[in-house]
């Protein structure tokens, strides 16, 4: 079991920055992937963004097109902890924020996807003001 805990949210002006934290804790070595996605209200749960670890490798990141250029998704091991840097934002990014993890490998590709995700935080919410 791995136990997922996001921080970082709260109130930003268009054009600001936040970075959300993910913390994870429990079965941790086992985590292959860990995904951002965000839910507006009366809306779906979307994709943002996705970083697997592919052992020495390194790592491999996705993100959805309406981020892209202004997020950056990034772990350190050591604190077990995933980052989503969000810079440049504008009110169409407010949304409440999940993080996800999966312990499975699969293509790069399906990491859009909240289903291929069983592990899920609690959520938090980032609000952007014009």
């Known amino acids: 079991q791995v136990q997922l805990v996001e921080s970082g949210g709260g109130l930003a002006q268009a054009g600001g920055s936040l970075r959300l934290s993910c913390g994870a804790s429990?079965?941790?070595?086992?985590?292959?992937?860990v995904g951002w996605f965000r839910q507006a209200p009366g809306k779906a749960r979307d994709f943002v963004a996705a970083v697997t670890w592919n052992g020495d490798g390194g790592d491999s990141t996705d993100y959805a097109d309406s981020v892209k250029g202004r997020f950056t998704i990034s772990r350190d091991n050591a604190k077990n902890t995933v980052y989503l840097q969000m810079s440049t934002l504008n009110p169409e990014d407010t949304a409440i924020y999940y993080c996800?993890?999966?312990?499975?490998?699969?293509?790069?590709?399906?990491?859009?996807?909240?289903?291929?995700?069983?592990?899920w935080g609690q959520g938090i919410q980032v609000t952007v003001s014009s």
């Open positions: 996800a993890a999966r312990d499975a490998v699969t293509l790069l590709s399906a990491l859009k996807f909240p289903d291929r995700y069983p592990y």
């Open positions: 429990g079965h941790t070595f086992t985590l292959y992937a």
